[in-house]
């Protein structure tokens, strides 16, 4: 599939869902920014890598008890957050941790990329008051 049809293919997607349409980034990158509540979803496609890509930022990294957060994310990472996971997304002045999903955009269908949506959105439900309330003082 060429990356004109993967970009239809998403926007399509977004379409059923009614939501915006990607638009060009650099270097053949699409996103679009999807907005639930207080959440923000980034969704990239980047045609070139075969990367479909979800992004989701939870807090600013705190400035005590990291250690602690890092093991705590690396668990999470281990057993509870299915296709996705915690990062630290640590450049100029974000210093953020994010939750992510990646996949091969090749192939990807509706359920696939609904289910990927939810999960972001079921795991930023669940585990930013959490991360906030025992992390951010």
């Known amino acids: ?78 057993w509870e957050t299915i296709d996705a996971y915690f990062a630290i997304f640590d450049k100029e002045d974000f210093n953020e941790i994010v939750l992510q999903l990646m996949r091969p955009a090749e192939g990807i269908d509706f359920e696939e990329f609904q289910s990927a949506l939810s999960v972001v959105l079921n795991l930023y439900k669940k585990y930013t008051p959490e991360l906030k309330s025992k992390f951010i003082h």
Do not use: C, W
């Open 1 to 78: 599939m060429d990356h004109q049809e993967l970009v239809q293919r998403i926007n399509g997607f977004l379409k059923q869902l009614n939501l915006g349409p990607l638009t060009a980034g650099n270097n053949d990158s699409y996103y679009t920014t999807l907005t639930a509540g207080e959440q923000s979803l980034f969704v990239y496609l980047m045609p070139k890598m075969d990367l479909f890509y979800i992004e989701s930022p939870i807090m600013k990294l705190p400035s005590s008890n990291l250690l602690e957060l890092y093991r705590h994310l690396l668990e999470l990472n281990n």
